[in-house]
């Protein structure tokens, strides 16, 4: 991997560039993503920082770069900086499931009734999944 915006590689790994991540922002994903998983934002990740689960996609917070091209990609905007409020939860969601879910690369086929599911209140209560996806 080479360094991305001048940061040495093992910083963009272990956040370790800005230091403390409580002072840096970051983008999390959010329920609006459960069921929806468009991918489109994978697709334009310089430093690919997504992680796919079964029905959802998360940000490794300590590998974004905060640079926030996905955001606009996101047809459900279900991606989000940190420092809105109440992103605490979704920073946490975002960081274990990345510790867990394999990385993502590419844009794959979002599921079919994805349209179906943008909007639907609640979700992550109701249809999270924890189980990994396929990348």
Same mark, same amino acid.
């Given at each position: 991997?080479?360094?991305?915006?001048?940061?040495?590689?093992?910083?963009?790994?272990?956040?370790?560039?800005?230091?403390?991540?409580? *002072?840096?922002?970051?983008?999390?994903?959010?329920?609006?993503?459960? =069921?929806?998983?468009?991918?489109?934002?994978?697709?334009?990740?310089?430093?690919?920082?997504?992680?796919?689960?079964?029905?959802?996609?998360?940000?490794? /917070?300590?590998?974004?770069?905060?640079?926030?091209?996905?955001?606009?990609?996101?047809? /459900?905007?279900?991606?989000?900086?940190?420092?809105?409020?109440?992103?605490?939860?979704?920073?946490?969601?975002?960081?274990?499931?990345?510790?867990?879910?394999?990385?993502?690369?590419? =844009?794959?086929? /979002?599921?079919?009734?994805?349209?179906?599911?943008?909007?639907?209140?609640? =979700?992550?209560?109701?249809?999270? *999944?924890?189980?990994?996806?396929?990348?």
């Amino acid at each position: 991997m080479l360094p991305v915006l001048g940061r040495p590689q093992h910083a963009v790994k272990a956040g370790a560039a800005y230091g403390d991540r409580k *002072s840096a922002m970051t983008y999390v994903v959010t329920e609006a993503c459960i =069921k929806c998983k468009y991918m489109d934002c994978v697709e334009v990740c310089p430093v690919d920082c997504f992680y796919v689960g079964d029905n959802m996609l998360v940000i490794h /917070p300590d590998e974004c770069i905060d640079c926030g091209v996905c955001e606009p990609e996101c047809p /459900p905007e279900a991606i989000k900086p940190d420092t809105e409020p109440g992103m605490e939860r979704w920073l946490g969601v975002n960081r274990e499931y990345a510790e867990a879910w394999p990385n993502i690369t590419r =844009k794959g086929e /979002p599921p079919a009734d994805a349209d179906e599911w943008k909007g639907v209140p609640d =979700k992550f209560v109701k249809h999270f *999944s924890p189980e990994p996806g396929k990348p």
